[in-house]
């Protein structure tokens, strides 16, 4: 073969995927490459000598090629038919077999003559050579040349391809459209229009790119050209190899970007990013201002002045006088300031404006100043004012610069209202906490307990840390400890909600993991509540458009995000106390011994974690032992060493005689070492000292499934309560005590247990096996059953029921008699 044939043959090492085959003037396939035998599954063998058109999945299309071809189409589509059976979609392109150098003009397409019709003819043409290549595979081509074709012709970015020698071989229109670099730029070297040093710094970067095959990415360079030196221009370089499919390096593709404008305006960026990091440290407003100014001098001007209306330190909305002006105060000076004034008035000017240096100050000697002024609002609202100035020498400020300031001004007045919010927010946290803490100290049959809170320093605001205790059925108690991650009014409302929470649950006497985890459900949907208030509202009216509104929504800094709990229920009774906790540190026992130790408990994940469950510990305590539950506040110290802090209560409990003191006096003890202020956070402490209800204090009796039994229980009874002396209860616990009794035998069947204790009240309790809750109702006049629960709450003044392992138990509670009552 000769001519285009060979030439084909050169590139097909380069083009996977292309078949080729040779068909002689009659149609017929001559030659069969293994390209084709892997497109179309069929051997050399199999093809050669047959008709092109048995190809074909739809042999009657051959005609139509013939016409194309015969019209001058040299390209086109057809659908073969694989040795497997399958419809092959291919695109082809036909070179003629004329003489040498002979292109696809020359010679015969598929088939002339005789061929046309598929039949063998001596007097066909010269044939052609066939490419064929899958259809999807020409569709990425074309993709391809489209894709290098348009960004060719784009001209915001320069693109350069340059060969291993580093010398231009391809460049779009514009690819360094500045003086001094030549309009034609095919076969130059960088060097030939860019100063050499800056022509080696880039060539070093693009061979290091062809040593290591490792892509170049926004490395920025200055370039200057050799006719035009000047200030140059910032150039931002990505680079990556160009190699053929055998991993020969072809050369180099270069991108250039301009970069001048973005780095001269990087230092305005930078100081903005200053600034804004500087105001939004602080959350008092007169620190806020001093690091405002502060940011700003030197850097945009000699001297800055922020001067705030009266009511903005105080947590108050600034509110204008009839005529729309606001008193002013200098509230922060950087730099030289001028003759110190008291308040003035100013009517402020909506945008920045450039101001003469007022009547009285002293101007510096080398010229006169020039300065800027941009108002402090956010939300709507005025606050202040903030301005700059410099000498006239510096030169006068840019409309870049104007702009940089009420940026600046912009987002200082938002630090500056947040600062305000938590003023005003802190104070009414202080009032609402105070007015939500439980006693300090209290007293039930079970135990006497004394709490202690210490709140975090004001700079922060009020915690989040509570601690209560709680009276539950059967003489047991609920002790907790919680603590609402973060500070401020939001902590506050937060730790109210979980209180309250946790009082309504323990109401139900539920197990401390099981509590937990109710809890833990509450606070997960809490968190994922929006924050919209009536306060917020009232901004979105003031501030339109919304954007400086959504700062303090979407971060408001004393927004609580989760919370820790430990919750406890001790039993005088059985003297067990069941401990769970969220994340929280445990609980320390000190036992009237001496010895000190922390409850092996499992800690759990924080409240509003969510999806993991809880563990209960119980462990067995002594009377007379002191319990300590407590926030980290009290352990965690300046380094965040919790085992310390851990150490230092353990060393305070076990004090010889501190377990004998008054709880108050060892709470006292136990924060003595805190400091009086600047703490980090808040510390609580509760101590609890365990009590024991005496053996004799109780009766049990086990109950058959029969209600024969009933009338024996009540006997019991009664006999037991004349032996403590309660004749008094003995009508009213025999009619509690049989109906429960009773309800227990009809509808959860055997073993029944009743249980009478005597401690600060006479406490009947009856349990089953059954699940099934109870619930009252009022019977009507005709029903001869279902006043049972009606009469035990009308005869007793508390009653409810709790769920066990084993079922549930159903209690009453009746006052004592006032001792020589009888």
């Known amino acids: 073969m000769n001519g285009a044939p060979e030439r084909a043959a050169r590139i097909l090492p380069f083009t996977e995927g292309i078949a080729g085959a040779l068909v002689d003037g009659r149609g017929r396939v001559a030659a069969w490459t293994p390209e084709a035998r892997k497109l179309l599954g069929r051997t050399a063998a199999e093809v050669v000598g047959r008709p092109v058109r048995a190809l074909l999945a739809d042999p009657a299309a051959w005609r139509e090629l013939v016409r194309r071809n015969a019209r001058g189409a040299r390209e086109g589509e057809a659908v073969l038919r694989s040795g497997r059976g399958e419809d092959v979609p291919v695109v082809f392109q036909t070179f003629g077999l004329g003489e040498a150098g002979s292109g696809p003009e020359t010679g015969a397409g598929p088939g002339t003559g005789a061929a046309a019709g598929g039949g063998a003819s001596d007097d066909g043409g010269p044939g052609c050579f066939v490419l064929v290549a899958p259809a999807r595979l020409a569709a990425g081509w074309f993709q391809d040349h489209a894709f290098i074709r348009e960004l060719f012709l784009q001209d915001r970015v320069g693109l350069a391809v340059l060969d291993p020698e580093l010398r231009l071989l391809r460049t779009n229109t514009h690819l360094l459209p500045y003086t001094g670099v030549p309009s034609d730029l095919r076969a130059r070297r960088l060097s030939d229009f860019l100063w050499p040093e800056d022509a080696a710094a880039v060539e070093e970067k693009l061979r290091r790119v062809l040593t290591t095959g490792l892509p170049l990415v926004q490395a920025e360079e200055l370039l200057r050209t050799l006719e035009d030196p000047g200030g140059g221009v910032t150039i931002a370089i990505s680079a990556f190899r160009l ?22 305006a990087a230092e305005r960026l930078a100081l903005l990013h200053r600034a804004t990091a500087r105001v939004g440290g602080s959350l008092s407003v007169t620190d806020t201002a001093r690091e405002l100014a502060g940011a700003l001098v030197p850097g945009l001007g000699d001297l800055a002045v922020v001067e705030l209306a009266d009511a903005v330190p105080l947590g108050e909305e600034p509110v204008p006088d009839v005529e729309g002006r606001l008193l002013l105060r200098r509230t922060a000076v950087a730099g030289e300031p001028g003759n110190g004034r008291g308040p003035h008035r100013w009517t402020p000017a909506p945008e920045v404006v450039l101001v003469a240096v007022d009547e009285g100050e002293t101007a510096p000697a080398d010229g006169h100043p020039v300065r800027m002024t941009a108002p402090l609002r956010a939300r709507g609202t005025l606050l202040g004012r903030l301005t700059v100035g410099r000498r006239a020498a510096l030169g006068r400020y840019a409309d870049a610069d104007r702009d940089l300031l009420r940026e600046v001004a912009d987002r200082a007045a938002l630090a500056l209202d947040n600062a305000r919010r938590f003023t005003r927010e802190h104070r009414a946290a202080v009032g ?8 300090t100290q209290t007293e039930t049959p079970a135990v006497t307990t004394s709490g202690v809170y210490l709140p975090a320093e004001t700079r922060t605001g009020v915690g989040g840390d509570w601690f209560d205790v709680i009276p539950l059925s059967s003489a047991r108690v609920a002790l907790v400890v ?9 902590a506050t409302a937060t730790m109210g909600r979980l209180r309250t929470a946790v009082r309504t649950l323990a109401d139900l006497d539920l197990e401390p993991d099981e509590l937990l985890a109710h809890l833990d459900d509450l606070v997960s949907q809490l968190l994922a509540e929006p924050e919209e208030t009536g306060e917020e509202d009232e901004d979105a009216r003031d501030d339109p458009e ?7 929504r979407v971060r408001h800094p004393s927004s609580p995000t989760g919370a820790t709990c430990a919750y406890a229920v001790y039993d005088p009774v059985t003297r067990r106390c069941a401990v769970a906790s969220a994340g929280h540190p445990p609980p320390a026992v000190a036992g009237p011994d001496g010895s000190v130790a922390y409850l092996r408990v499992d800690p759990g994940p924080p409240l509003g974690v969510g999806g993991l469950p809880f563990e209960t510990t119980e462990v067995e305590l002594a009377p007379g032992s002191v319990l300590a539950l407590y926030t980290d506040g009290l352990i965690e110290g300046a380094d965040g060493d919790l085992d310390a802090g851990m150490a230092a209560l353990t060393a305070r409990l076990g004090r010889p ?12 003890e136990i924060v003595a070492g805190r400091p009086a202020d600047g703490l980090a956070d808040d510390v609580t402490l509760l101590l609890a000292r365990t ?11 086990r109950v058959e499934a029969d209600p024969a039994a009933v009338g024996a229980v009540r006997e019991a009874a009664a006999a037991q309560l004349r032996a403590w002396g309660l004749e008094e209860l003995v009508f009213t616990t025999e009619l509690v005590l049989s109906e429960l009794v009773t309800n227990a035998i009809r509808y959860a069947g055997g073993p029944v247990e009743a249980r009478l ?27 001869e059953g279902g006043r049972g629960l009606f009469l035990v709450a009308q005869l007793t003044t508390r009653w409810g029921s709790r769920y066990s392992r084993t079922g549930k138990t159903i209690w009453g509670e009746q006052e004592l008699p006032a001792p020589g009552s009888g």
């Open 243 to 264: 190699q053929d499919p055998s991993g020969r390096v072809l050369g180099v593709t270069a991108l250039f970007t301009d970069v001048t404008e973005t780095r001269r």
């Open 432 to 439: 609402l906490q105070r007015s939500m803490l439980p006693p």
């Open 482 to 490: 919680g603590d609402v991650v973060g500070h401020g009014l939001a």
């Open 546 to 552: 919304g954007d400086r509104g959504e700062s303090w």
């Open 657 to 668: 005689g501190a377990v004998e003191l008054p709880l108050r006096e060892l709470g006292r």
């Open 691 to 701: 009590r024991e209800v005496p053996p004799e204090a109780t009766a049990t009796w």
């Open 757 to 783: 204790i005597r401690a600060g009240r006479l406490i009947c309790e009856v349990s089953d096996p059954s699940a099934t809750h109870p619930r009252m109702r009022r019977a009507r006049l005709t029903d």
